[in-house]
């Protein structure tokens, strides 16, 4: 018999063991463990933190560039550099181009929304503590994100209301999945 062959009949004697009860003990059947607790709505209501482009899920709060600025410098510079430049984290701020050969996809040059910001930061960073900003600390260094890339001023404020509002420079450079296509752009025709 190959070994092809035997890992086969070694699955099969397996799952028969299983569908025929066989893999009871003596003391009864085996029962799953009870893992976790059933999610209630407080539990759900934490893990929802969804932010989305026109503001929706963005929580009460607020912040300045120049607040997030020691937050940014104790929390993020170690992985994204002083000034955003880079690092082990990668590069937050520039404007480089986009039709670069190896382009530099940082906020102030791709990201389409300022909201994303905000949701990304509250998720997953700082990366050795996720989550562990609070909401104002996350309005601060996201303002201090856009501060770095030239978008807000130091003393504007950051709320649910003015961060939706902002215009990010390549907001257009994106085409949603409901958009229409510019007349420029052809497209491959239906089969």
């Not at 909201?115 to 201090?144: C, E, H, K």
């Amino acid at each position: 018999m190959c070994m092809h062959e035997a890992c086969r009949v070694r699955l099969a004697a397996l799952l028969g063991a299983l569908l025929c009860g066989c893999g009871a003990s003596a003391a009864g059947p085996v029962v799953a463990p009870q893992l976790g607790r059933p999610a209630g709505a407080e539990l759900s209501a934490g893990w929802n933190l969804s932010v989305y482009p026109d503001g929706r899920g963005l929580p009460a709060g607020g912040a300045t560039a120049a607040q997030g600025q020691p937050i940014y410098r104790t929390r993020c510079a170690k992985c994204h550099g002083a000034d955003g430049e880079g690092g082990s984290g990668g590069t937050l701020a520039g404007r480089g181009s986009l039709t670069d050969l190896d382009p530099d996809q940082t906020v102030g040059n791709y990201w389409p929304y300022a909201t994303t910001l905000f949701d990304y930061t509250r998720r997953a960073m700082p990366m050795d503590a996720p989550a562990s900003l609070s909401d104002d600390d996350v309005y601060a260094v996201s303002a201090y994100v856009l501060y770095m890339n030239g978008i807000i001023g130091l003393d504007e404020r950051l709320d649910a209301e003015s961060l939706p509002r902002i215009r990010m420079p390549n907001r257009d450079g994106f085409i949603g999945v409901d958009a229409q296509l510019p007349a420029s752009v052809k497209t491959q025709p239906k089969r």
